[in-house]
């Protein structure tokens, strides 16, 4: 209500000392701050409306797009406009997927798989040395671009031991193999059971190189039992070798009368000696160990 010298708004109760303006279309006493925000309530609500019936036809479109759905049929992929008007907003709507085109399976093979499942050759390798302690401080020199020698070292170690040692490594392939075998064997002081031993280990070793050679014995100054063992081993393994097409190495001759090739035990070689020994083994190996 207007009050004297003052003028009330009948929405917002705000005064003013200007009067309302008192035309037709605002004969409430309402300010025009008040008329906006009506105007803008109005203008939402119409929003407001045309957004659920978006929100419907959208909805109606995704059923007609359902696959078989009954007494439907279906329509092609296309974009539906409807046509603009002006000052209303603009509706889209995808009726249906686009097609999905299953391409049929691809089988692959490859043609070199049964090389690949065929086991791998175990590639050569250079020269294998194995022997007892006698072979300790062997060292052999391989020409540039050779594979390495191996020098296995069993102290203590009898024909069977080597064998044992050799079934370890069945699944390889050496050049050669050089065997040092026969100062520890005579200690069972059964001279027909090392013969069967060393035949044994010979036969084991020809599984890993086609050539193989036996390193004779070295004399030993522990006693003359001792030495004549020794002695009639070598003699035997020089025959039995020669009669069964394996290399032999005569230590023996080399060794004999030199007391400075052996140490104060009598049994294993100097470093001089090991340096003969070794270069005896070097020595069969870029021969026809048959001739040696």
């Given at each position: 209500?207007?009050?004297?010298?003052?003028?009330?708004?009948?929405?917002?109760?705000?005064?003013?000392?200007?009067?309302?303006?008192?035309?037709?279309?605002?004969?409430?006493?309402?300010?025009?701050?008040?008329?906006?925000?009506?105007?803008?309530?109005?203008?939402?609500?119409?929003?407001?409306?045309?957004?659920?019936?978006?929100?419907?036809?959208?909805?109606?479109?995704?059923?007609?797009?359902?696959?078989?759905?009954?007494?439907?049929?279906?329509?092609?992929?296309?974009?539906?406009?409807?046509?603009?008007?002006?000052?209303?907003?603009?509706?889209?709507?995808?009726?249906?997927?686009?097609?999905?085109?299953?391409?049929?399976?691809?089988?692959?093979?490859?043609?070199?798989?049964?090389?690949?499942?065929?086991?791998?050759?175990?590639?050569?390798?250079?020269?294998l040395v194995i022997g007892d302690?006698?072979?300790?401080?062997?060292?052999?020199?391989?020409?540039?671009?050779?594979?390495?020698?191996?020098?296995?070292?069993?102290?203590?170690?009898?024909?069977?031991?080597?064998?044992?040692?050799?079934?370890?490594?069945?699944?390889?392939?050496?050049?050669?193999?050089?065997?040092?075998?026969?100062?520890?064997?005579?200690?069972?002081?059964?001279?027909?059971?090392?013969?069967?031993?060393?035949?044994?280990?010979?036969?084991?070793?020809?599984?890993?190189?086609?050539?193989?050679?036996?390193?004779?014995?070295?004399?030993?100054?522990?006693?003359?039992?001792?030495?004549?063992?020794?002695?009639?081993?070598?003699?035997?393994?020089?025959?039995?070798?020669?009669?069964?097409?394996?290399?032999?190495?005569?230590?023996?001759?080399?060794?004999?009368?030199?007391?400075?090739?052996?140490?104060?035990?009598?049994?294993?070689?100097?470093?001089?000696?090991?340096?003969?020994?070794?270069?005896?083994?070097?020595?069969?190996?870029?021969?026809?160990?048959?001739?040696i």
């Amino acid at each position: 209500m207007a009050t004297a010298g003052f003028f009330s708004c009948s929405e917002c109760g705000m005064f003013s000392l200007d009067p309302f303006s008192t035309d037709s279309h605002n004969d409430s006493g309402v300010c025009s701050k008040c008329k906006l925000v009506n105007c803008l309530v109005e203008k939402v609500d119409k929003l407001e409306l045309r957004i659920r019936g978006l929100i419907r036809d959208r909805q109606q479109g995704s059923l007609l797009a359902a696959p078989g759905t009954p007494g439907r049929a279906s329509t092609p992929s296309t974009l539906a406009l409807e046509p603009p008007q002006q000052g209303e907003w603009v509706t889209s709507r995808r009726h249906t997927s686009p097609p999905v085109h299953h391409a049929p399976p691809v089988h692959v093979s490859n043609r070199f798989a049964p090389l690949s499942e065929a086991p791998a050759e175990e590639p050569v390798k250079g020269t294998l040395v194995i022997g007892d302690s006698i072979v300790r401080h062997v060292k052999l020199a391989t020409p540039l671009g050779a594979p390495a020698a191996r020098v296995i070292c069993l102290p203590g170690a009898r024909a069977p031991d080597i064998s044992g040692n050799l079934r370890l490594l069945a699944n390889r392939r050496y050049s050669r193999v050089v065997i040092h075998v026969g100062a520890n064997d005579i200690r069972l002081r059964q001279s027909e059971v090392t013969k069967a031993n060393i035949n044994e280990v010979v036969k084991q070793a020809q599984t890993l190189s086609e050539e193989v050679i036996c390193s004779g014995p070295i004399p030993m100054r522990r006693g003359d039992e001792a030495y004549s063992r020794l002695s009639s081993l070598n003699r035997w393994m020089s025959k039995w070798c020669t009669d069964n097409h394996v290399g032999f190495i005569d230590n023996w001759l080399m060794f004999e009368g030199k007391p400075g090739l052996l140490g104060r035990d009598g049994v294993h070689p100097t470093r001089d000696g090991a340096a003969l020994l070794s270069c005896s083994i070097a020595h069969s190996l870029l021969v026809n160990p048959m001739n040696i």
